[in-house]
């Protein structure tokens, strides 16, 4: 699953399109019903009013959700097969838990392939892949990911595609994190994480080829506000530029600060 593909020039939408072969994933698997639930579409609008709260969405494929093991629930597991997510950029495992005798959905870290075993645990175990441990137990340097903020609370933490945190410093009640952004965060000792990558690393190197692809995941068109007319948008009308660059609200797009300090 490391090798981006590209297509032939065989149609306009394949001549620049490069993309993921999923030949490797499973494709259908009927042990798993129990674990898809139906997913509502909102399209952008409030369920209170139906008007329109988040522009350039709607339409787009129907979907099912998988509930994935977010939670530190203690297991003993055996990733069964890979699959795809059609809500998230990373790949998933379908895990068989030995403890429960149940199945179950979990993030895919990059190096499992079916047959591996991975383990939730409060207490040292080993050093493998997939391992999911309380932070104080990893030496410093591991690099870790689906990272929760306590024990009790579900992991919040460093879930997309190809991302991976680093301990800087561990202590007896918090330790320190590098977040994917470059941001060093405190997390308390007994936070759990994963040791290693999340799957499907080079999702961010794919080119769609054609703006079909982002309709079938619900994207509408967004317009440049400079190609808009003066009642639509602060930019519109016929001369160009004139003013700083604002969002249709007149709210400055660049240079002002976006984080809480």
């Given at each position: 699953?490391?090798?981006?593909?590209?297509?032939?020039?065989?149609?306009?939408?394949?001549?620049?399109q490069?993309?993921?072969?999923?030949?490797?994933?499973?494709?259908?698997?009927?042990?798993?019903?129990?674990?898809?639930?139906?997913?509502?579409?909102h399209?952008?609008?409030?369920?209170?009013?139906?008007?329109?709260?988040?522009?350039?969405?709607?339409?787009?494929?129907?979907?099912?959700?998988?509930?994935?093991?977010?939670?530190?629930?203690?297991?003993?597991?055996?990733?069964?097969?890979?699959?795809?997510?059609?809500n998230?950029?990373?790949?998933?495992?379908?895990?068989?838990?030995?403890?429960?005798?149940?199945?179950?959905?979990?993030?895919?870290?990059?190096?499992?392939?079916?047959?591996?075993?991975?383990?939730?645990?409060?207490?040292?175990?080993?050093?493998?892949?997939?391992?999911?441990?309380?932070?104080?137990?990893?030496?410093?340097?591991?690099?870790?990911?689906?990272?929760?903020?306590?024990?009790?609370?579900?992991?919040?933490?460093?879930?997309?595609?190809?991302?991976?945190?680093?301990?800087?410093?561990?202590?007896?009640?918090?330790c320190?994190?590098?977040?994917?952004?470059?941001?060093?965060?405190?997390?308390?000792?007994?936070?759990?994480?994963?040791?290693?990558?999340?799957?499907?690393?080079l999702?961010?190197?794919?080119?769609?080829?054609?703006?079909?692809r982002?309709?079938?995941?619900?994207?509408?068109?967004?317009?440049?506000?400079?190609?808009?007319?003066?009642?639509?948008?602060p930019?519109?009308?016929?001369?160009?530029?004139?003013?700083?660059?604002?969002?249709?609200?007149?709210?400055?797009?660049?240079?002002?600060?976006?984080?809480?300090?």
């Amino acid at each position: 699953m490391n090798n981006l593909k590209k297509l032939k020039a065989v149609t306009n939408g394949t001549r620049h399109q490069i993309i993921l072969p999923k030949n490797l994933l499973s494709k259908n698997n009927r042990l798993n019903k129990f674990l898809l639930t139906g997913k509502k579409k909102h399209a952008g609008r409030s369920s209170q009013t139906g008007q329109i709260t988040v522009r350039h969405q709607g339409a787009g494929v129907k979907r099912l959700y998988r509930q994935i093991n977010f939670t530190n629930n203690i297991f003993y597991g055996i990733v069964i097969t890979t699959c795809y997510d059609p809500n998230r950029n990373a790949f998933i495992n379908y895990n068989y838990n030995f403890k429960n005798m149940k199945t179950f959905y979990t993030l895919s870290t990059h190096g499992l392939v079916p047959g591996s075993c991975i383990i939730c645990t409060k207490y040292f175990t080993d050093y493998k892949l997939g391992y999911r441990l309380p932070i104080r137990f990893l030496p410093i340097g591991t690099l870790i990911s689906n990272i929760s903020n306590s024990i009790n609370q579900k992991s919040l933490y460093i879930r997309a595609a190809g991302t991976y945190g680093q301990i800087l410093q561990i202590t007896n009640e918090k330790c320190k994190v590098r977040l994917p952004s470059g941001k060093i965060y405190d997390f308390l000792s007994s936070s759990f994480g994963t040791i290693g990558t999340i799957a499907n690393s080079l999702y961010h190197k794919q080119i769609i080829g054609k703006a079909g692809r982002n309709r079938f995941k619900g994207i509408r068109p967004s317009v440049r506000g400079i190609a808009m007319n003066p009642v639509d948008h602060p930019h519109g009308g016929r001369t160009n530029g004139g003013r700083p660059s604002v969002t249709p609200w007149g709210i400055p797009t660049k240079g002002k600060p976006t984080v809480k300090k």
